[in-house]
């Protein structure tokens, strides 16, 4: 059954404290992306990786890092210097990077709390 | 400034009557543009892609226009149904982008049986 995991859905943490996000798809797509979304806004990028040991930043990448060791994994840590961390974040993936025609594929997300 | 803006407020339509929903960008030049469906707490689930070439896609009671010199994309959701409730998000593809996509707020859609 394929498709896109992220674990865990909910995870609350103390501010100053890193926290690491895990994203794995196992539909052998190259691009994977990462998204914050506050309530009711749109999604705004993060970070985004077109190719193993590869990545770029996004639009709101201050605060926020990545890696991108295999193929199937992108794991997202959000930073103590990331002023407001508190929001729904979403992994996406896609078959293919550059100007190809394909949608993205989302992860079911996960909701970090940081008090 | 570049900017893609939807219907702001949420959009309440009777069972069995076609909602409209509106996606408006300006200073984009998009190869491409996406809707997906997004359920409460949930990722966004993929619904239409419409290419800059291509005036209109349909997909079973789905319905996307796309204007490029008005900067517009209209989506249609006919004989609408209470299962059709979410929010609705336009997505823009840039030109060499690497396949980022570029989000509109979303429209929250309901419909009362």
């Known amino acids: 059954d394929g498709g896109i995991t992220q674990s865990p859905k909910y995870l609350f943490r103390k501010e100053g404290q890193n926290v690491t996000l895990s994203c794995e798809q196992n539909?052998?797509?190259?691009?994977m992306y990462w998204y914050r979304q506050d309530p009711g806004q749109g999604l705004r990028l993060i970070y985004y990786?077109?190719?193993?040991?590869?990545?770029q930043k996004g639009d709101i990448a201050e605060g926020y890092s990545v890696s991108r060791e295999k193929k199937e994994s992108f794991p997202l840590t959000v930073t103590s210097a990331q002023k407001n961390p508190t929001a729904f974040y979403l992994c996406?993936?896609?078959?293919?990077?550059?100007?190809?025609?394909?949608?993205?594929?989302f992860g079911p997300g996960t909701r970090l709390t940081v008090t | 400034s570049q900017k893609i803006e939807q219907n702001s407020e949420a959009l309440n339509i009777q069972e069995g009557k076609t909602a409209t929903l509106t996606c408006n960008y300006t200073?984009?030049?998009?190869?491409?543009l996406q809707w997906y469906r997004q359920d409460p707490g949930r990722g966004p689930v993929f619904l239409l892609l419409i290419r800059e070439n291509e005036k209109e896609k349909r997909k079973e009671r789905l319905k996307v226009t796309f204007d490029t010199t008005l900067k517009q994309s209209l989506f249609h959701i006919t004989a609408s149904q209470p299962a059709d409730s979410a929010t609705y998000l336009c997505?823009?593809?840039?030109?060499?982008?690497?396949?980022?996509?570029?989000f509109g707020q979303g429209t929250e859609l309901s419909v009362k049986p």
């Open positions: 996406a993936s896609r078959p293919a990077g550059g100007d190809t025609f394909y949608e993205q594929y």
């Open positions: 539909l052998n797509h190259d691009a």
């Open positions: 990786s077109q190719i193993v040991n590869d990545f």
């Open positions: 997505a823009l593809g840039p030109y060499n982008q690497g396949g980022k996509l570029i």
């Open positions: 200073n984009y030049s998009p190869a491409y």
